[in-house]
């Protein structure tokens, strides 16, 4: 768009790449864009493939005339969401790998525990004293491993979705030794990278609050939009309604304070959202290091604890032969 390139061509272009459900969505854009109607009106009809912050953004785009500045913004954003994630999943990946591994060759030990006969015939001895043999006993292995990650799975689906208002034990998150700072950190930098961009986009101080706390994926956020939109429209300052929600750090708040008072919001705004930035990829390198440190220490446990069964259940073998007959 920058270069002059026409938006039809451009949506066409992208109607042509990438997954069927994006496909689709871009021709919806195209031939819609076709009948003169607005990009952001038409994102907004494809919901939820375009996310509410892209569909007010261009939304603003479009009233601005920056449209170009406003989606190089919006995707400098997303690129580092994804970056961000990519960078978790690959710290994550050995020790998961570690632990598909210990799972394997317990499970291969039950396989053989049933295909293995001892020289005067019956079954061989089961050193794990599971009971569990052959590909039924595998089975069950696995589904008791399914019903554990699957519960702890529930868990995340529960918090991310906010079942039950699960979201509002976030303040007691935020007490957990060095993981709660961590989380609190990559939040308050997605909230500041957005708000950066709302402001910097000429979008106004209420909706820019309201879009910047959904940004966050927290409803435990979310929660503030009503009462940052009254305190706004009270006559309060930006730094003042952000205070009044108890939810960011003093020194956060302090600085856009300053911002506000130097007359330069936007600005200023950014350099604070870089710098939260710096802090969400150290944060995202200590949540790393926090989830490696629990699977290790869950392939760990559970060695010492098949250790431990093995070992009680020769010893109970060889104490057996030792009675006097």
Avoid at 48 to 77: K, Y
Avoid at 172 to 185: C, E, K, R
Avoid at 212 to 217: F, G, H, I, K, Q
Avoid at 246 to 265: K, Q, R
């Amino acid at each position: 768009m920058r270069a002059g390139m026409e938006l039809l061509r451009l949506l066409d272009m992208e109607s042509r790449q990438g997954s069927a459900r994006q496909r689709v969505a871009m021709r919806s854009l195209h031939d819609g864009a076709k009948d003169g109607e607005l990009l952001s009106s038409l994102m907004e009809s494809e919901k939820p493939f375009f996310p509410p912050l892209l569909v007010a953004m261009t939304r603003v785009g479009e009233a601005t005339g920056r449209m170009d500045r406003t989606l190089l913004a919006l995707a400098e954003h997303y690129d580092h969401r994804i970056a961000m994630r990519r960078s978790f999943l690959q710290s994550i990946a050995w020790p998961g790998l570690q632990l598909l591994g210990g799972i394997g060759v317990v499970s291969l030990l039950i396989l053989l525990l049933e295909w293995l006969k001892p020289p005067g015939g019956g079954e061989m001895f089961d050193p794990l004293g599971f009971g569990l043999r052959g590909g039924s006993g595998v089975l069950v292995f696995w589904a008791y491993l399914a019903a554990f990650f699957g519960m702890i799975a529930a868990m995340i689906w529960g918090y991310k979705n906010n079942i039950g208002g699960v979201q509002n034990i976030v303040p007691l998150i935020y007490l957990i030794p060095v993981a709660g700072p961590a989380i609190q950190t990559i939040a308050i930098a997605r909230f500041a990278w957005t708000l950066s961009l709302c402001l910097d986009s000429g979008l106004d101080p209420i909706q820019s609050i309201r879009l910047s706390l959904d940004s966050t994926d927290n409803d435990f956020y979310r929660s503030a939009a009503d009462g940052a939109e009254q305190s706004i429209r009270g006559g309060r300052t930006l730094a003042e309604t952000l205070r009044d929600t108890h939810l960011f750090p003093e020194d956060f708040v302090t600085n856009v304070d300053v911002a506000e008072m130097s007359g330069t919001d936007a600005e200023s705004i950014d350099i604070l959202a870089k710098d939260y930035d710096t802090r969400a990829k150290t944060a995202i390198k200590t949540l790393a290091g926090v989830a490696t440190g629990l699977i290790w220490l869950t392939v760990t446990g559970a060695l010492i604890f098949l250790i431990m069964r093995m070992a009680m259940s020769i010893s109970g073998v060889y104490s057996e032969a030792l009675q006097p007959i």
